[in-house]
């Protein structure tokens, strides 16, 4: 689990219960059906119209990067596994890694390698998987787009809630005993869209792009890896060439 996820959001819910507590509110006040239903029904309706309905899917597939870790990525157990192969090559040609395939558990680096098996040129190679990651990278980030554009309409539905509530009180001036209902329903609904959109949304599209910056400088690294084992370039120097993709 991402454990930094987990404590992101329960830091913000435990703030915003306590601090509703500690004013001597009522955890239940907040609780409002009606306010919910406008304002997450309002939401949820408003994406759906922004998106494809398969880029909505695919984005919440992608909550997975959010809460749990990638372990995939271990940098230097990848280019130690380069490495390995890289001396390999130079020994007894590039077309022995062939059976090495399997071993490679990355989807994206056994195709790279596996194209240069089949003898592509180093410049046809870079220029095919550079077009793909472009695509990879378009498609990801309407990912993440889905929850930021969900966290822009949030709030304006919660005020469009708001108004809805405000306009029950009005019509229910001569009834006190239904003001209370209508002021709650105004101002839930406000917290409501501000809230999810900065404790939830906002903060999943961010953790997303990140996550994708972080694959493509992956990918990246793989790509000039493949190349450099095609290459024949000398192990070591390419150990040090793909250790400047580490973070230090």
Do not use: C
């Amino acid at each position: 689990m991402e454990k930094a996820s987990l404590i992101g959001i329960a830091l913000g819910v435990s703030a915003l219960v306590g601090g509703t507590l500690l004013e001597g509110g009522n955890i239940t006040f907040i609780l409002q059906p009606a306010a919910a239903l406008i304002v997450f029904g309002g939401t949820i309706g408003a994406t759906l119209l922004s998106f494809t309905l398969r880029d909505v899917l695919l984005a919440l597939g992608s909550l997975k990067e959010v809460f749990f870790k990638n372990e995939t990525r271990a940098y230097n157990v990848w280019i130690n596994q380069i490495v390995s192969l890289a001396h390999l090559s130079r020994k007894k040609g590039l077309v022995t890694l062939e059976p090495h395939l399997m071993d490679i558990n990355d989807p994206f680096f056994r195709k790279t390698l596996s194209l240069a098996i089949d003898g592509i040129s180093p410049r046809l190679l870079r220029e095919t998987l550079e077009e793909e990651n472009m695509t990879f990278e378009d498609v990801r980030l309407r990912q993440s787009r889905v929850f930021e554009t969900a966290g822009g309409f949030a709030p304006t539905i919660g005020i469009i809630g708001a108004v809805i509530g405000l306009i029950q009180v009005m019509q229910n001036l001569s009834e006190p005993a239904k003001l209370g209902q209508g002021i709650a329903v105004a101002f839930v609904a406000t917290v409501y869209g501000v809230g999810v959109a900065n404790l939830l949304l906002l903060p999943i599209s961010k953790k997303l792009k990140n996550s994708l910056m972080k694959e493509i400088k992956f990918r990246t690294m793989i790509v000039e890896a493949v190349i450099g084992i095609q290459s024949g370039i000398n192990p070591h120097y390419l150990k040090e060439k793909l250790l400047a993709f580490v973070e230090k």
